[in-house]
């Protein structure tokens, strides 16, 4: 029996979401009290993970703690990526967190749906740095992660399934580029995608759009990209309405775990994006014009 052309084809329907790692459920039964100093949404928090499927959270400051399902995966050893969607809330709203136990400093991004009136389904994204609360001891250092231009200049070709490759250019401190691999061996049915996203971009001025580079520590990064530009300039023509995707990066390893979130649209009905990722990484070589084409949405 050929297993892989058994399972392949179940397999490349998990999409993006193929290279997933398990679940993590080793922070269940811990707490985090959190000092968030320095950002969006400073004041005290708190993530106290239930058990391995609910987390008790606040920011801000607020005393009361809310509940909410969530998902986390590891990028090594001691960094966790922790994130979970607000339920009932709308418009709606994805909090991502990174813990990082080894240096006990945390990052907070919040996505949100609804801020702009001009384009309802553009998300928007914020952040926070701060560290984890040790009883009995101080924090005195001031360092945190923070926005770093460390990324700019690399191109990598991510793998997310047998299936689903693209290259990712990051040739400016807050903009990234994207396009295909066109080496990876793929079924018709897949290259028919990969097609139908080329065709996508074609209609763009640019397939720049707004980036995040955020330094978790030596060679790791987590990195925030949301398709604006797709959304304002092609809308309801695509079924991915500004898309946010975050990775948390190991570049030691070439390896990353990640969330998307954001909106499908398709014959008038809206749906959910919700999805835990998982990629691996290889560098690669594109032309130099990816990284010194000016970006056509600013003057």
Known sequence: MNLAEKYGPIASGFSIGQYCPPKCFELAGQ???????????????????????????????????????????????WTYLVT????????????????????????????????NPYWPYLIESHFTFGYIRREGVEHTDLRRHGFTDDVTGTAIKWTYGHELATVHVYHSPNWYRITYARDTVVSKEAEAQNS????????????????????????????????????????????????????????KRLYSVGRGFGTSTMDGKESPIYVMIGKYGAPTEVDDSFFTDPIPYLV
């Open 196 to 251: 139908m996203f080329r065709e996508i971009l074609k209609a763009l001025p640019g397939s720049d759009e707004p980036a995040y580079y955020v330094k978790i520590k030596e060679g790791m990064y987590f990195i925030s990209i949301t398709e604006q530009n797709m959304e304002k300039i092609l809308g309801d023509k695509v079924h991915f309405r500004s898309d946010t995707l975050c990775f948390l990066d190991n570049y």
């Open 84 to 115: 979970f969607c607000i339920e009932g809330k709308t418009p709606r709203e994805n909090h991502t967190w990174v813990i990082d136990k080894e240096q006990s400093l945390v990052t907070f991004l919040r996505c949100t749906l609804g801020e």
């Open 31 to 77: 707490r985090f009290d959190l000092v968030m100093d320095t950002g969006a949404d400073t004041g005290d928090a708190v993530l106290h993970f239930i058990d391995e499927t609910h987390v008790e959270w606040s920011i801000k400051g607020t005393a009361e703690l809310k509940r909410e399902t969530y998902e986390c995966r590891k990028a090594d050893d």
